[in-house]
């Protein structure tokens, strides 16, 4: 090595290509902001079930015992958020991580997560994507979702941050290409 080359530390970063290309394939983003929408209303749903199914058990707990549960309750409030968030945190990344790449809304409306480069999602890349999603929908609304009609890819502010694509699965993408 001369004095004018820079070390090499033995870390080398490959750069892979886009690998879904909206100019090729258009039917892989056609109506995929909307359908989104929707699926994301179904998994606030899906995961709002054992939350309001908790609150109405403790509830209910609370009159049969004249008061008595709310006490013990009281004392158990501070673990109910973080138990709601690990809940979350778990569909999203459990579903996320699975073999469609998508949660229980988005394969209701036919759409699956992909990396930028094009491999399926996996756990911690979907728990990631869930947080980054939450943090920034608090501070940004509705900056997030207007980012999505000003690119091909119809991508929003969080999954350009974490290296993701939504798109249409490849059931949905062949009716459309064929029609």
Do not use: Q
């Amino acid at each position: 090595m001369t004095n004018g080359e820079p070390r090499r530390i033995g870390v080398s970063i490959e750069l892979k290509p886009h690998a879904y290309d909206p100019a090729t394939s258009p039917e892989l983003f056609e109506g995929v902001l909307a359908r989104r929408l929707i699926a994301f209303i179904i998994d606030v749903i899906i995961i709002a079930i054992p939350v309001v199914l908790a609150a109405i058990f403790m509830a209910a707990a609370t009159i049969a015992t004249l008061g008595v549960a709310a006490l013990l309750f009281a004392f158990l409030s501070p673990l109910f958020w973080p138990l709601i968030v690990i809940w979350a945190l778990c569909y999203y990344g459990y579903t996320f991580g699975s073999p469609a790449s998508a949660t229980i809304g988005m394969r209701v409306m036919d759409l699956e997560m992909r990396t930028w480069y094009g491999a399926p999602s996996y756990f911690v890349l979907g728990a990631v994507h869930a947080v980054v999603f939450w943090l920034s929908v608090s501070f940004l609304t509705p900056l997030i979702l207007l980012v999505g009609f000003f690119n091909d890819r119809k991508r929003l502010l969080h999954d350009m941050a974490v290296g993701t694509v939504i798109m249409n699965n490849p059931a949905r993408a062949r009716i459309i290409r064929e029609n």
